[in-house]
């Protein structure tokens, strides 16, 4: 071999060994998220801290990056899809846009009714669904379970958000998952009967029309709670964790999949895992007043105080499954 033959022959394995070491490590992971910014940087930049994995992130609304997915196909950029409630993400699987994967860290990390049957999703931050009510007109004792609500002991007295969120369409499939439609239909009416006012547009405003006592109690993710009462503390607001004597409090996710045609889907896995890890489940939960997916997590000190409870079992993939059933529901229910 010739000098000139030897120095090529060292320099390609020099730029092997480059290739396959620290900068094929440092792969560029590429993120489409539901979730904003200021809820996932952190996170993203505390895992690119400790790995050298550089993230990328295109942040949008659920339905726009379901839909792009869609377009995009098999020349997708993404790795990743971040979405909050399970019927998004049902939704992203329903269209065949996410991959299942196999994993004994998640299997460990995420409880069996928070993650896709089929492994192509995984929850990584628990949201609850409860009851609110004025601390001033309403005691502890007077409340039960979300079936109670369609009583006529509330006539007049109830506020929810519209029929149009998906909470709220959540919470009603999976009423359905554990009522059947014709119980369901019977309660949502009974909600509507019930009404002190129109619904309102989003949770905040519904527990501040709570507060100000235009209605007694309503229906509202905890986040928004712990959002209002950290910026008004003496609002007249307590929190009720519902249906504990039957089967626990309604439960949705925010979580993540890797997409169906993802070009660096082992790294992708990495960061799922670390994602549901305890070292990372603070960040991801604490951010946003949410309850780690992970038992092995302590809430937030904020979130703590709120108080245990049981969580309703029902895997929380029917929320996507029965979502368009629940919609026509609240139709029939005049529940607009």
């Known amino acids: 071999m010739s000098p000139k033959q030897i120095f090529r022959a060292a320099a390609l394995a020099v730029a092997g060994a480059f290739l396959s070491g620290p900068a094929a490590a440092a792969e560029e992971l590429v993120v489409y998220s539901a979730r904003i910014e200021q809820l996932i940087k952190p996170m ?50 329903n269209e065949g846009l996410l991959k299942p994967v196999q994993s004994e860290a998640l299997g460990k990390n995420v409880p069996v009714h928070l993650k896709d049957p089929q492994n192509r999703w995984f929850g990584l931050s628990v ?21 109670d609500l369609a009583s ?27 009522h059947g439609e014709p119980k ?21 405003k519904m527990l501040e029309a709570i507060a100000a006592g235009q209605c007694d109690v309503g229906m509202a993710n905890t986040y928004y709670f712990g959002r209002l009462v950290a910026k008004k503390p003496n609002l007249p607001l307590g929190i009720f964790w519902a249906n504990q004597q039957g089967s626990g409090v309604h439960v949705n996710v925010s979580g993540a999949g890797i997409t169906k045609h993802a070009k660096h ?19 991801f939960a604490d951010v946003n007043m949410e309850f780690p997916v992970n038992a092995r997590v302590k809430p937030d000190p904020v979130v703590a105080a709120w108080g245990s409870f049981k969580q309703n079992l029902i895997n929380v993939a029917k929320a996507g499954e029965l979502q368009a059933a629940a919609v026509k529901l609240m139709d029939r229910a005049g529940y607009k």
């Open 184 to 204: 369901t239909e019977q309660l949502v009416k009974g909600w509507v009967a019930n009404l002190a006012t129109d619904p309102f547009p989003d949770d905040t």
């Open 127 to 147: 949201r609850s669904r409860t009851i609110f009510y004025n601390t001033q007109k309403v005691k502890p004792a007077e409340l039960s379970s979300y079936e």
């Open 152 to 178: 006529s002991k509330w006539k007049g007295r109830l506020c929810l958000r519209t029929s149009k969120k998906v909470y709220n369409q959540s919470l009603v499939a999976m009423m359905i998952a554990e």
């Open 265 to 283: 889907d082992k790294e992708a896995l990495k960061l799922l895992e670390w994602l549901s890890s305890e070292k990372a489940q603070n960040l």
């Open 44 to 93: 993203f930049d505390a895992y690119t801290k400790e790995t050298g994995v550089k993230i990328t992130f295109i942040t949008d609304k659920e339905g726009a990056l379901i839909e792009r997915l869609k377009a995009e196909g098999p020349n997708t950029p993404a790795d990743m899809l971040i979405t909050v409630d399970a019927g998004n993400l049902w939704q992203a699987t």
